[in-house]
């Protein structure tokens, strides 16, 4: 079994900070990475995935996340938000190997202050 | 390109009545999965389908949910007799075969509200 746990359930920051948004998980196989965003009342978009080669991986909108083995982690870091960032940010993981499923952490809401 | 396509976006439901949730997948996809997310949590699979076949149903309740995805047509998630516990927001996602979950993407949801 799989599990995603995503240390922080709200992060407030002030415009054109840094921020990281944590996430670690367990799997006794190898994974696959997921961080998404859910605008309010909004689907889910992905920001950016980590499959395999190099553990920095970008995204859309300025996003990046490492892939960390040993820590088991796949934090999510920005380093300069703007209000439009203002969302909830989901972690997720699936096997490698075709799963067809995804296990999500319960989501951090990072709000973005002027 | 349309992307998946979900309807209604919004759905009030008395206690007691049948809540049915369409997703239309994305242009040349061929695998359905539905999310449910309850308020304050992440999502949570409840089931896998192909064109007229249920291929993992693992997450969901053992009564009252359904799920099909017919040979024409969208896919159908089901829920008889609804209670307020049902109130959540229904995702559904597609990919094309031999993707998997990488290869996800996501509609907009449903948000059924049971009253």
């Known amino acids: 079994a799989q599990s ?19 996430c ?7 994974v696959y990475l997921f961080w998404y965003v859910q605008y309010p009342n909004q689907g889910l978009q992905l920001l950016l995935k980590y499959l395999s080669g190099s553990t920095l991986v970008k995204g859309i909108n ?6 960390n083995k040993s820590q088991t982690s796949f934090h999510l870091r920005k380093p300069s938000v703007h209000i439009s960032d203002t969302a909830e940010y989901f972690c997720a993981v699936s096997s490698q190997g075709g799963s067809e499923k995804l296990v999500f952490g319960k989501g951090t809401k990072l709000t973005v202050n002027p | ?17 049948e809540a049915r949730l369409r997703c239309s997948p994305m242009k040349g996809h061929s695998h359905v999965y539905w999310y449910r997310q309850l308020p ?12 007229e076949n249920i291929i993992d149903e693992s997450g ?5 949910f359904s799920a099909e995805f017919p040979k024409e047509g969208p896919s159908i998630l089901r ?11 229904y995702f559904c996602a597609s990919s ?6 990488y290869g996800y993407t996501f509609g907009s949801g449903t948000r059924l509200t049971v009253v």
């Open chain 2, 40 to 51: 304050e949590e992440g999502l949570k699979f409840m089931v896998y389908l192909q064109k």
């Open chain 1, 62 to 67: 300025g996003f990046e996340a490492e892939f």
């Open chain 2, 96 to 101: 094309p075969l031999g993707q998997g979950a």
């Open chain 1, 4 to 22: 995603v746990t995503q240390l922080d359930s709200q992060v407030p920051v002030f415009e054109e900070a840094p921020v990281e948004l944590r």
């Open chain 2, 79 to 89: 829920i008889q007799q609804v209670v307020r516990g049902d109130s959540a927001a």
């Open chain 1, 24 to 30: 670690n998980y367990s799997s006794s196989v190898s």
């Open chain 2, 1 to 17: 390109n349309a992307g998946v396509m979900q309807n209604p976006r919004h759905l009030v439901r008395r206690r007691g009545q």
């Open chain 2, 60 to 64: 969901m309740p053992k009564e009252r």
